[in-house]
């Protein structure tokens, strides 16, 4: 069935590394790609997105690949900071549906 | 401001009364929907709604009920809560349906007992 899988489930990372989420999804009609970050006891936040005629996007210190061939895509956070600290969703869309992964914890550290 | 409004935020309920969820958007979105989220599961669609009066089940909606009788609203109503309905919920619209960003409301943390 419809199906999005998110990994790692932890990352534990230095303040200034990079961190690397990446997420797989099932259907090959999947087009939008979207990533939410989620501060503890808050809502969920797009932080950026990513269609499927795209290859890349980038903003600022965050970027997202999708490789539709083998169904991934990939959320790269450099030179992270102790307030990129949260919960982060990758999602993908099926159909009417935005189905999302189970989320990965990152950790920053100073 | 633009915003999607989520009442109540906390709710402590007994097995079998029901209760109603709120959500209502000022933006003129068309497209709503209503999502739980539990520890290692992420986010589950329970019900989407496209436009008013369209309603569609997500990937978990039993035990779930939803109306869409104007674009700004779409309540959730639990007719009858289990305790396996403690999460927590959140609202969410979009000016693009699925393909556009999720603005999302501020959840509603539900405890069946």
């Known amino acids: 069935g419809e199906n999005v899988e998110q990994h790692p489930s932890t990352l534990s990372v230095q303040e200034g590394d990079s961190a690397v989420i990446k997420c797989t999804y099932s259907d090959s009609a999947s087009n939008y790609f979207p990533w939410y970050k989620q501060e503890l006891g808050k809502r969920p936040q797009l932080i950026i997105d990513?269609?499927?005629?795209?290859g890349e996007k980038k903003d600022q210190r965050i970027a997202v690949t999708l490789n539709k061939t083998a169904k991934h895509f990939s959320l790269h956070i450099t030179e992270t900071q102790p307030e990129d600290s949260a919960v982060y969703f990758c999602a993908a869309t099926l159909t009417d549906k935005l189905i999302f992964g189970t989320g990965t914890r990152l950790q920053v550290f100073p | 401001e633009a915003q999607v409004t989520q009442n109540p935020r906390y709710l402590i309920t007994v097995t079998g009364k029901k209760l109603t969820v709120t959500c209502s958007q000022n933006m003129n979105h068309e497209y709503m929907s209503w999502y739980r989220q539990d520890p290692g599961l992420g986010l589950r669609q329970i019900y989407y709604?496209?436009?008013?009066?369209?309603?569609d089940k997500g990937d978990v909606p039993e035990g779930y009920k939803v109306s869409r009788k104007e674009k700004r609203n779409f309540p959730l109503i639990l007719e009858s809560p289990s305790p396996n309905q403690t999460s927590l919920y959140f609202c969410?619209?979009?000016?693009?349906?699925?393909?556009?960003?999720?603005?999302f409301g501020s959840g509603t943390r539900l405890t069946v007992v």
């Open positions: 969410a619209s979009s000016l693009w349906g699925r393909d556009g960003g999720y603005t």
């Open positions: 709604s496209m436009n008013v009066e369209v309603t």
């Open positions: 990513i269609r499927s005629n795209v």
